[in-house]
């Protein structure tokens, strides 16, 4: 009863639109009080044990390094080149939009930035080529979601946190998934914009390779670090933070220390709204861990679901209505530890099972209500939000393609570990 009592509250909370922090509060606070003997005083030894992991300093050395990235020309570089490599093709600039981002998010390992960056460039760039407009608006927010399953990624550190497996092994398991959902787009803009007149060949190639050479070696030398077992996650989100700033300060020469000082302040808002949450939700972790309660909530499942299609269609239903009205951070930090020992129980591999997850929650950036990409495409392209909602469509039907494909076929995401 005391379970139901703690899912009932939650489910309260959700309804009542509360934040994702008081809801963490809330049920960390009715945990502590039914099943820690009103014991209080001990999250506070919880809450400095859930924040006293090394891995966590991955997430704002990673999410710096994004910022200080979208802040020069890094994304002008990098876009200049693809869009040269494909331009001879009809729709070639469409699929430079796609290359593009699947670039700038291995380097950044964000949606919002990797969005915002590629789109300042090539939305004008695909208008003035005559691109219908919701085409352009559409493949930039759906190629903009694929920094959340391109290592490194934030979200599959916090899977990794909340459910304790291995982040190396979850970027390693996101790369095949990754290369489906790009094949999926390039395959479905190439197709769309085939009558779409090639553009003329005027840059110098050459000179766009040695302008973007500096910008393409930064995931080359974070993830070529981590797969060869030189860097851990987080040593390599430092080595991404200070090749960025030599590269933006020293030879790009396109900040200054002000400027420097300006990202680290905007990168410390955007951590001081998340680690709270992180703790909190980490901490509850820990304690239901300690109260053996997932044994409990596992076998009360495995009673009712018991073969694994069925998990894997409820638990498909559940991320994606649950990813179209809250953000993924938080999905995660909720959903991942209850849903990975079920999974775990039944059967499937816990990375395999993470990258579904996060495959699933990256629709969500397209889905209404609150997809995320749609709500800055709003403002960035000027766009109304229907308008976005349309363009983005078809795409969500490609996601779901993919996802379908993850699910089914495991080895797409294991056949690298």
Do not use: K
């Not at 410390?268 to 304690?287: D, E, K, Q, S, T």
């Not at 609150?370 to 308008?387: R, T, Y």
């Amino acid at each position: 009863m005391a379970l139901l009592g703690l899912l009932a509250l939650l489910l309260v909370l959700l309804v009542l639109r509360q934040p994702v922090l008081v809801l963490l509060i809330a049920a960390l606070s009715y945990a502590y009080i039914v099943w820690g003997d009103s014991a209080l005083r001990f999250m506070v030894l919880d809450a400095w044990n859930a924040l006293n992991r090394e891995v966590l300093l991955s997430i704002p050395l990673y999410l710096l390094a994004g910022n200080l990235m979208s802040r020069g020309s890094m994304a002008n570089r990098i876009t200049a080149l693809l869009q040269a490599l494909t331009g001879r093709l009809p729709g070639g600039l469409a699929l430079a939009a796609v290359l593009a981002c699947a670039v700038f998010a291995a380097m950044t390992g964000s949606s919002t930035v990797t969005l915002l960056a590629v789109g300042a460039v090539l939305y004008p760039a695909l208008i003035s080529a005559g691109y219908d407009r919701l085409l352009a608006i559409g493949v930039l927010c759906a190629a903009g979601t694929l920094g959340i399953i391109i290592p490194p990624s934030i979200p599959l550190i916090l899977y990794g946190v909340m459910t304790n497996t291995s982040i190396v092994d979850l970027f390693y398991a996101g790369i095949g998934p990754a290369l489906v959902l790009v094949a999926l787009l390039s395959a479905y803009v190439l197709w769309r914009c085939r009558h779409m007149p090639p553009l003329p060949r005027e840059a110098d190639m050459r000179q766009l390779w040695r302008r973007s050479i500096g910008a393409l070696m930064a995931p080359t030398l974070v993830l070529g670090g981590i797969y060869s077992g030189y860097f851990t996650a987080t040593e390599a989100a430092a080595v991404a933070v200070a090749y960025t700033l030599v590269l933006q300060v020293f030879i790009y020469r396109e900040m200054d220390w002000p400027a420097v000082g300006a990202v680290i302040s905007d990168t410390a808002r955007l951590i001081g709204g998340l680690f709270p949450v992180l703790m909190l939700a980490v901490c509850l972790n820990m304690f239901l861990t300690f109260q053996q309660l997932p044994e409990q909530w596992v076998a009360s499942i495995l009673e009712r679901v018991d073969s694994q299609p069925l998990f894997l269609l409820l638990t498909n239903l559940v991320l994606l209505v649950t990813g179209s009205v809250v953000d993924i951070g938080s999905a995660i930090l909720i959903l991942a530890p209850l849903l990975e020992p079920v999974a775990r129980e039944l059967g499937f591999d816990p990375v395999h099972f993470g990258i579904m997850m996060i495959v699933n929650l990256e629709i969500g950036y397209l889905t209404p209500p609150m997809g995320l990409n749609l709500i800055v495409a709003m403002g960035a392209f000027q766009a109304s939000f229907g308008e976005v909602c349309r363009a983005a469509l078809p795409f969500i039907g490609l996601l779901l393609v993919g996802l379908a494909i993850v699910a089914l076929v495991p080895q797409l995401a294991l056949f690298l570990l």
